[in-house]
């Protein structure tokens, strides 16, 4: 969240707040919009009081099923027994490069003997 400001702040709210509404409220929320319609429609009752009687049912609901905890509430990796899940991909063509070989110069290699002639060019 470095740099990002007030807007990277509730973005990673959201993040995390979005498959939770997806999972508890989403579902309540519709059976109590279905359940209002029905009253509008069948009973005749007034949208508002409707809404308000089963709105609070509805959050009733989601709070049940967010207190309700299955398991002992700490995360713990799986760890398979089977084969590793592989992505399977192409492999890179290999080139092989023909080695270079070095000629050697000089033919005797290593020091040169100092002579009497190569004395002279030097002095």
């Known amino acids: 969240m ?9 973005g990673a709210f959201a993040r995390r707040l979005l498959p939770l ?3 508890f409220v989403v579902p309540h929320a519709a059976a ?3 359940s209002v319609a029905s009253d509008v429609i069948e009973s005749k009752q007034p949208f508002s009081q409707s809404l308000k009687s089963h709105g609070v049912n509805a959050l009733k609901g989601v709070g049940r099923d967010l207190l309700r905890q299955t398991g002992s509430g700490r995360r713990r990796t799986i760890k398979c027994a089977g084969k590793r899940s592989v992505k ?6 290999v080139v092989k490069r023909k080695k270079r070989i070095q000629k050697k110069r000089g033919g005797g290699g290593g020091r040169k003997k100092v002579t009497s002639d190569s004395l002279r ?3």
Request: hydrophobic share 40%.
């Open 2 to 10: 470095s740099g990002a400001g007030l807007g990277g702040l509730f």
């Open 21 to 23: 509404v997806k999972k």
């Open 32 to 34: 109590a919009l279905r």
């Open 88 to 93: 399977k991909t192409k492999k890179a063509k």
């Open 121 to 123: 060019y030097i002095f």
